[in-house]
């Protein structure tokens, strides 16, 4: 019986050629594939699909298709590598610059459900992400994040696990690469496929997001009570509700009980953004690195400083005020 014709294989996939990216592709425009329809369960939504298996070039190692096309197209990602197709960068980092919020669910519950109905949305070879209008400060983001060369260093094997215990002994005919890992406790070699996927703790976005944060001056502070961030050269009918309006729909992987109090001051056109952590301004402050995106104006950020500092500054103003008086 045909898969089709089987109610119980209704959800599981065909396919004649895998969606991939660049360099998982290899340079080789000669490349040959193996196809196992069904081969394995999807990563994320565990239905059956089309399994396709490959030698990037000389010197690379096997890859295989990991998710299937359906959950690709809705991120709009490589099957293999789960980077996104236009950009190259992970979904965490992608959809933290466009602010995309995820409507996939994580847990197993309606993950198939969520799955099949995408399918019905979605055209010929078309994605749910939309990038096309972004404000300048994403696109900024994106221009200096995006990978446009192919990367073909990731095709390399994995590191010999028995070389590392100098236990391995097939010297050159070994498949693997024979070096010592650099670090042990590196967060980058914990990478799952449902977190990058999803877009939550990747260890990969959250270097590039914070060494970019890092470049436009918005380092953490060393001070950790310090949890608000400053706003600049906003709108002359900006609003505290507004502001929060703005704040809670540039940031989607942060909930509106994340914010604990707005500020605002007409006066001179800036507010303060006070959250309930560390962690949560943390996020923010990478999401808006570039800026913050208003009806097509950049709204300056910085870090707020510490109460202890300020009131510092108060005092020593203060005295040098009253030894000039003195003075004079």
């Known amino acids: 019986m045909p898969p089709k ?12 050629f895998p969606i991939l990216c660049e360099t998982c592709l290899g340079p080789n425009p000669f490349v040959r594939m193996s196809k196992q329809e069904f081969g394995r369960e999807c990563g994320t939504c565990a239905r059956p699909f089309t399994v396709f298996r490959w030698n990037p070039g000389s010197g690379g190692r096997f890859k295989s298709t990991v998710v299937c096309q359906t959950c690709a197209k809705i991120k709009n990602i490589c099957q293999t590598c789960l980077l996104d197709l236009e950009f190259g960068l992970p979904v965490q980092a992608r959809d933290t610059a466009l602010a995309i919020k995820s409507e996939a669910p994580t847990s197993e519950i309606n993950r198939e459900w969520f799955a099949q109905n995408a399918e019905g949305k979605m055209a010929a070879n078309e994605s749910l ?6 404000g300048s400060a994403a696109k900024e983001m994106l221009h ?8 073909y260093q990731r095709n390399r094997p994995h590191v010999c696990s028995f070389f590392v215990k100098g236990t391995c002994n097939r ?10 890992p650099k670090d042990k406790d590196d967060p980058l070699s ?10 939550r703790n990747d260890p990969v976005a959250r270097s590039m997001l914070s060494n970019f944060a890092a470049s436009k001056g918005l380092s953490p502070p060393d001070d950790p009570s310090i949890q608000s961030l400053f706003l600049t050269l906003l709108p002359q009918d900006a609003s505290e509700a507004s502001i929060r309006a703005r704040v809670v729909q540039s940031l989607p992987v942060l909930s509106p009980s994340d ?15 006070n959250f309930t952590s560390r962690a949560a301004a943390e996020r923010a402050a990478e999401a808006w690195a570039a800026g913050l995106d208003w009806d097509g ?26 030894t000039s008086e003195v003075t004079t």
């Not at 992400?129 to 972004?134: A, D, H, L, P, T």
């Not at 914990?190 to 877009?199: L, P, S």
């Not at 604990?260 to 303060?272: D, E, L």
Request: charged residues 25%; glycine residues 6%; positive net charge.
């Open 297 to 322: 104006t950049t709204v300056g950020v910085k870090w707020g400083r510490s109460k202890n500092k300020a009131s510092s500054a108060a005092t020593s103003e203060s005295a040098s005020t009253s």
């Open 144 to 151: 200096q994040l995006a990978r446009s060369d192919p990367y």
């Open 5 to 16: 014709a089987d109610i119980n294989k209704a959800g599981w996939e065909q396919s004649d």
């Open 129 to 134: 992400v939309k990038s096309g209008r972004v």
């Open 259 to 273: 914010i604990r109090s707005i500020v605002h001051v007409t006066k001179t056109r800036s507010a303060f953004i």
């Open 171 to 180: 010297g050159a005919d070994c498949p693997y690469r024979h070096e010592m």
């Open 190 to 199: 914990k990478q799952n496929i449902k977190d990058r996927y999803h877009g």
